[in-house]
Nanobody
Framework: EVRLVESGGGSVQPGGSLRLSCAAS????????MNWVRQPAGKGLERVSTITSRDGRTWYADSVKGRFTISRDDAKNMLYLELNSLKTEDTAMYYC???????????RGQGTQVTVSS
């Protein structure tokens, strides 16, 4: 059974930083590209970043490019997202998921809330 557990969210002021973590189990993590997606309250899901398996190539949404960094540790089955220079518009619930799945229906955990406000 695929299981994903997100953590690391919190409340920060604009310009602050957070590091999100995603613990994966139940599948061969090292073989899958992984996504971070986010959902602001009352809005749809947005793919934020993707990292491939093996070679670790990365992709970022324009809205976060240069501020967020995705990484993975295959030995620990862990996915990370470093959030820097946070803006109020980054406020959302953040989820991790496998990139081979549609983000609307992907297996995901409970999410981790990021709130950016002054």
């Amino acid at each position: 059974e695929v299981r994903l557990v997100e953590s690391g969210g919190g409340s920060v002021q604009p310009g602050g930083s957070l590091r999100l973590s995603c613990a994966a189990s139940g599948f061969a993590f090292n073989l899958y590209a992984m996504n971070w997606v986010r959902q602001p309250a009352g809005k749809g899901l947005e793919r934020v970043s993707t990292i491939t398996s093996r070679d670790g190539r990365t992709w970022y949404a324009d809205s976060v490019k240069g501020r967020f960094t995705i990484s993975r540790d295959d030995a620990k089955n862990m996915l990370y997202l470093e959030l820097n220079s946070l803006k109020t518009e980054d406020t959302a619930m953040y989820y991790c998921g496998r990139a081979d799945e549609n983000i609307a229906t992907m297996t995901r955990g409970q999410g981790t809330q990021v709130t950016v406000s002054s």
